[in-house]
């Protein structure tokens, strides 16, 4: 483990939303000397050389092999691992396919994400066991959690934020058509407008689309 040897590890996060990686590096900061952010990236490739990418897929295409092909075919990342709320068998079949190292839970309170990390930078695959779903660990941070809004209506907001159509939100996010809408009516009330219009520009305003910037380095990281 690199704890146990005196070096902490180095970590790159990626996801196209701000907010939700820097969420996850305050999460971390707590275990600076098992694990540094080395950067944090949003819409940039992983330029830094670094032990492990931890790739949170918020507001991502859960079907989109792209990303995550990229993440793994880049030298300057030793490790990959995929961090998300949805745990459903054939996305990690799928994750497993593109030859990452990891798959883990966003239920993972922080001291057991980091120990996973360390697993997986020792080389040992870490998969979390299969779920249709698993709730937040504390700490983390998303657009509209201020609002009111769950990890899970956010998601999908930010997903209709995007341009997409119902169903495309049904597929990427392996949910049916049915409870998509019904999603879609709890946030129209949370958030009080009466059409998706009305609900994208709200998105717009608030940070539900992606940004298009890399933050350098965290917090004095190397």
Known sequence: MAAACGTPIKVALVND???????????????????VVAELDTNRTVSDVVDVV????????????DEVGTLVANPAARRVVVYTWNLHPPL?????????DGYLSKALPARDLVSALERVHAGEPVFADTAARVRSAPGLDWPGRREGLTDRESEILALITQGMSNAQVAELTFLSPNTVKSYIRTIYQKIQVGSRTQAVLWGVERGF???HHRVEHWRGGP
């Open 17 to 35: 939303y701000d907010v939700v990686v820097t969420g996850v590096a305050y999460m971390l900061d707590r275990y600076a000397d098992r694990v």
């Open 92 to 100: 990690i079949q799928s994750a497993r396919q593109q030859g990452v």
């Open 54 to 65: 931890l790739y949170d897929n918020f507001a991502q295409p859960e079907s989109d092999r």
């Open 209 to 211: 689309t992606p940004d």
